[in-house]
């Protein structure tokens, strides 16, 4: 299984990035997926997860403002990030988790790409 994150870079705020996630190898069905993030020093933190029955939870803190999807052939995911603020800057960090584990618990996950960039400055 391979994940592979694209789309981080830098961008002013207030501005909008979109986060794509390209999934190959069999993983868990569609849904048992989520964003995480992390900064320099600090835990690894859930940014948005989605169950296999569609339904999607987000951080307090991205609330209305982030959207997490996935593509109908379930091997993409996405993260349309708006409004983005300075305390969004993080490596942004696409996983996969497998049945019977918290959502929102990045330790649950077992496969993860290699991060992508996201700078609000």
């Not at 987000?58 to 996405?78: C, H, M, P």
């Not at 993080?90 to 019977?100: D, I, K, L, S």
Request: charged share 15%; hydrophobic share 30%; aromatic share 12%.
């Amino acid at each position: 299984v391979q994940l592979v994150e694209s789309g981080g870079g830098s961008v002013q705020p207030g501005g909008s990035l979109n986060l794509s996630c390209v999934i190959t190898g069999d993983t868990y069905g569609r849904g048992y997926v989520g964003w995480f993030r992390q900064t320099p020093g600090k835990e690894r933190e859930v940014v948005a997860s989605l169950d296999s029955d569609g339904t999607s939870e987000y951080a307090d803190s991205v609330k209305g403002r982030f959207t997490i999807s996935q593509g109908n052939a379930e091997n993409t995911l996405y993260l349309q990030m708006n409004s983005l603020k300075s305390e969004d800057t993080a490596m942004y960090f696409c996983a996969a988790r497998p049945p019977g584990t918290y959502p929102h618990l990045w330790f649950g996950y077992d496969h993860w790409g290699q991060g992508t960039q996201v700078t609000v400055s």
